[in-house]
């Protein structure tokens, strides 16, 4: 039998954190243990009860999101987060949301409650979950940063080179 996996849910929208409980409770083997609207409550409920799945709901992601993400990622690593937002997808922030530690973004406002409920599922594992939309631009833009990394890297290592040629 599965084990039931428990989620913790920021967000400041009642009405939206009432949806996502629901789409997440629908689940027998998810369970809401808290909710909370703003960061004391979030760090307290986290640290209190542990839930392996903390499902942030961010309408932007700015530098108060992002420190939020940092808190939770550094001070409760067990517990993985996962960030649903409406930003656009093409945004380089929702690639800075995973360099501090997140295990997935979904867009708030498309999937199903199974999208949801499965993308909890598998950050519960450990596992990465991309928005397909945003899968696509996302490798493009991690082989770009890799890119433009190794250019400047071989253009270092081929400069005292150069400088030997007559």
């Known amino acids: 039998m599965n084990s039931i996996i428990h989620v913790l849910i920021i967000e400041h929208d009642t009405m939206f954190c009432q949806a996502i409980r629901s789409e997440i409770e629908s689940a027998a083997d998810l ?27 961010a ?20 517990s993985k987060v996962m960030v649903l937002s409406s930003v656009d997808h093409r ?14 973004y979904l867009n708030r406002h498309t999937g199903t409650a199974h999208d949801l409920q499965e993308a909890v ?18 490798i493009d833009e ?6 433009n990394q190794n250019v400047g890297q071989d253009l270092a290592r081929a400069k005292p080179e150069a400088s030997r040629e007559p």
Not at 142 to 147: G, T
Request: glycine content about 10%.
């Open 31 to 57: 369970a809401v243990i808290g909710q909370a609207q703003d960061v004391q409550a979030a760090l307290a409920v986290t640290g209190k009860k542990e839930p392996q799945v903390v499902v942030f709901g």
């Open 59 to 78: 309408r932007n992601l700015g530098c108060p999101e992002m420190r939020i993400v940092s808190r939770l990622c550094r001070q409760y690593p067990r």
């Open 91 to 104: 945004d380089p922030l929702v690639l800075e949301l995973f360099r501090r530690g997140v295990y997935g």
């Open 121 to 138: 599922r598998l950050v519960a594992k450990g596992k990465a979950v991309l928005d397909p939309q945003i899968t696509g631009w996302m």
């Open 142 to 147: 991690l082989q770009r940063l890799h890119w």
